[in-house]
């Protein structure tokens, strides 16, 4: 049976789901940060997804890449697959913005998180359903 990791549960707040992936906002606001995970038991890896698994993959995070994209007028789009400290496959997507506090190194490790305050993450959330209005299932929270 499919179930997140603890690492992305305590990590992440949950936004919604795609027909594939469930989609994360990691709760860090200085960075809008999201991570599609894929609702497959025991995958680390995107090849151990059968092929309309990794075409639907794809697809999500290109609709998920290009509404960050317009809803926070990003400079650039970081996607990466590492899986080093959690297993279980997991995409992130971050919004870069050349002026941020990490550019132009990895957001990874280089500052402490800042958790969203409820209006940052309720207007966060509300850029996102501007622009991404098909294909995601908006958590109940979000609605």
């Known amino acids: 049976m499919y179930r997140l990791h603890p690492q ?10 795609f027909s594939l ?5 990691i709760n860090d606001a200085q960075y809008p940060w999201f991570v599609l995970v894929p609702r497959r038991e025991d995958v680390s890896e ?25 809803a926070f007028s990003a400079h650039k789009i970081n996607i990466a697959a590492l899986g080093n400290m959690v ?10 913005y050349r002026d941020d506090p990490a550019w132009p190194a990895p957001v990874w490790g280089k500052l402490p998180a800042v958790p969203y305050t409820e209006d940052e993450l309720k207007d966060s959330i509300k850029r996102l359903q501007q622009v991404l209005t098909a294909h995601l299932v908006y958590a109940e929270r979000f609605r």
Request: aromatic fraction near 6%; charge should be negative.
């Open 8 to 17: 992305l549960v305590n990590d992440g707040i949950w936004v919604g789901d």
């Open 21 to 25: 992936s469930t989609l994360l906002l």
């Open 46 to 70: 995107v090849f151990q997804l059968d092929e309309a698994d990794r075409q639907q993959l794809l697809n999500e995070s290109c609709w998920l890449a290009e509404a960050l994209k317009d």
């Open 87 to 96: 297993p279980q496959l997991h995409i992130h997507h971050i919004v870069r």
